[in-house]
């Protein structure tokens, strides 16, 4: 243990790949998104355009109500790999395509539920894929979304 | 008016440092919900072998998509901003990005192609150090919606 006075930083408690099996499922987690939410992400991004966060523009351009970034969907479900990996410097490839965008009403906002099974395991490299599926209103948001982490 | 086939196959000069910085990659990890501590306390980064605090795995988007800006912005290249969807995003990391990086991006338009009334854009962002050491490549498929 550390002897430090101080309280220590937790070292990494990075997930081993000898405690992973092919076809195990992530615990899934329900992602709350609103208006809200994406301008906090249109500014953090610094993609300010305002179909996603101007009503009147959305539709105004063909779409049926504000809709979140493809690339907010995609940065937070990718929380439920490095939240299971146990260190999010981890993930060495993702990818995603977009294939319904996520329709953010003003009032209520909408909810993304994310979940993640293993889909491949290379036990030489520690190379674990995980396929996520993510879904808004009972349709797939992302396809082939794919990400791959190496353990511990 | 068009998307402009030409541009497949072309190579921008390499930008000016992005400077990674510690505040922004906080308020990025806050907008995605990503709660590791590795985003905002450099000694869990450090105590994980990491130089500073990293980002999460989607933040080179910020880069990549100012390089992107390239392309858009050309009139030559007759992207309409406002009907551009984003279609697809990969992301290969070399190692994470870093507060203190100063990150060059060169970007590639690897392929110009029209399908079912819509034009759909293929980029690849090679993000590298100032010192040339790879860090990310970022590929972004953007679909410019065909119009009324």
Redesign the interface.
Known sequence: MNEQPTT?????TVRSAADVTVGETLPSVT?HVDRA?LV??A?????R?RIHWDEPFAKQ??LPDVIA????T???A??LV??WVG???R????????TK?VVVPYDGGADIEVSGVVKALEPDTKRVTIELTAKAAGEKVLGRAL?VAVLD | MPVNAEFQGREYPPTEPYRVGAA?IR??A??????????V?A??AR??G?ADV?A???FA??IA??CDGQLIRDPEAGID?????????????HR?LTAGDAIIGTLHVDTVREAGGHAMVTTRTELATEAGEPVCTA?STIVI?GGE
């Open positions: 220590p930083p937790a070292p990494a992602i939410r906090q992400y500014g953090a991004s610094l993609d355009n351009v063909g970034h493809g690339m907010f995609m940065g937070s990718v929380t490095t939240e260190d999010a410097g993930v060495v490839e993702y990818g995603t395509r977009f965008p990400a | 922004k308020e990025f806050e907008a995605v919900g990503s709660s590791d501590p590795v985003h306390d000694e869990v105590a994980r990491y990293i999460p795995p989607t988007v910020i998509q100012q901003f406002s009907r551009v969807v984003h279609g697809e995003q990969r992301f290969v990391h994470p590929t919606r």
